[in-house]
C-alpha cells in the first residue's frame, strides 16, 4: 500500500514563509491534497496538483512536485497565526472508489 | 461545494454501549463513503469503505463485527461502535466522494467519542 511521510513540527516566525514537505511511495497517484486541520475541526481542503504538473499556485500557497523522487511541499508564503494547525498531504487517485492515504501530519507553530 | 455532516458531533458514552453515528452527504449523492478514525496527535487511518446497497469493505486489522457500517441510501452511512470500551475512544471523520476527479472528496466535521 500506499507509505506517506510527513516531518511532525515546523515552527516559524510570522510574516515568514513555510515549507512543508511530504513524500509518498505510490507513483499512480493522480492528484495530490493538502489538507488543513485545525484543532477539534475536520479536514478542509487547502489545495491540490494533478500529478503531470511540477507546480501550482493559489495564493498565499505554492505546491510543488518531485514526481522523479516521490516529492511533495507546500509553502506558505507570510505565514500568519491562523495558519498554525496540521497540514496533511494525501495522495489519491482519481476514481471515486479509492480512500486517500494520509500522511502523519505536520503541525506548523506560527509565533508571532 | 458539497457538505457532508456528522452527527452526533461528540458523545460520551459507558463501557459497553454501543454508539451509532450518521454521516449524511447534504447535496449531492454518494455512492461510496469511507470511515476514517483518528488518535490524538496521529493521522487519519482508513477503517472501511462504505458502497450504497452492499457490504462495507474493511480494512485489515478493523473488526467487522465491533465496527457495524450501514450504507442504506446514497446520501446516510452510518457506523456503530458496538459494546463500546475505552480503547475506541477516537475521533471519527467520514468523507463523500460526488465521482470522479480531483476536488471529488469531501469530509465531514468529525465525531469524538469518549467511552468512559
Known amino acids: 500500500g500506499e507509505d506517506v511521510e510527513q516531518s511532525l513540527f515546523l515552527s516559524v516566525r510570522e510574516g515568514d514563509s513555510s515549507v512543508i514537505n511530504c513524500t509518498y511511495t505510490?507513483?499512480?497517484?493522480?492528484?495530490l491534497y493538502w489538507y488543513k486541520q485545525e484543532p477539534g475541526a475536520g479536514l478542509q481542503l487547502l489545495t491540490y496538483?494533478?500529478?503531470?504538473?511540477d507546480m501550482k499556485q493559489d495564493q498565499r500557497l505554492t505546491v510543488l512536485l518531485n514526481k522523479k523522487d516521490k516529492h511533495l511541499s507546500l509553502r506558505i508564503a507570510d505565514t500568519q497565526t491562523g495558519d498554525s494547525a496540521i497540514y496533511f498531504c494525501?495522495?489519491?487517485?482519481?476514481?471515486?472508489?479509492?480512500?486517500?492515504?494520509f500522511g502523519s501530519g505536520t503541525r506548523l507553530q506560527v509565533q508571532p | 461545494g458539497a457538505v457532508v455532516s456528522q452527527h452526533p458531533s461528540w458523545v460520551i458514552c459507558k463501557s459497553g454501549t454501543s454508539v451509532k453515528i450518521e454521516c449524511r452527504s447534504l447535496?449531492?449523492?454518494?455512492?461510496?463513503m469511507f470511515w476514517y478514525r483518528q488518535f490524538p496527535k496521529q493521522s487519519l487511518m482508513l477503517m472501511a469503505t462504505?458502497?450504497?446497497?452492499?457490504?462495507?469493505?474493511?480494512e485489515q486489522g478493523v473488526e467487522k463485527d465491533k465496527f457495524l457500517i450501514n450504507h442504506a441510501s446514497l446520501t446516510l452511512s452510518t457506523l456503530t461502535v458496538t459494546s463500546a470500551h475505552p480503547e475506541d475512544s477516537s475521533f471519527y471523520i467520514c468523507?463523500?466522494?460526488?465521482?470522479?476527479?480531483?476536488?471529488?472528496?469531501?469530509f465531514g466535521p468529525g465525531t469524538r467519542l469518549l467511552v468512559l
Open positions: 447535496d449531492f449523492q454518494a455512492t461510496t
Open positions: 494525501a495522495p489519491g487517485g482519481d476514481t471515486g472508489r479509492r480512500a486517500l492515504t
Open positions: 505510490d507513483s499512480s497517484s493522480t492528484y
Open positions: 462504505s458502497n450504497e446497497g452492499s457490504k462495507a469493505t474493511y
Open positions: 468523507s463523500a466522494r460526488t465521482g470522479e476527479g480531483a476536488e471529488t472528496q469531501y
Open positions: 496538483i494533478f500529478s503531470n504538473m
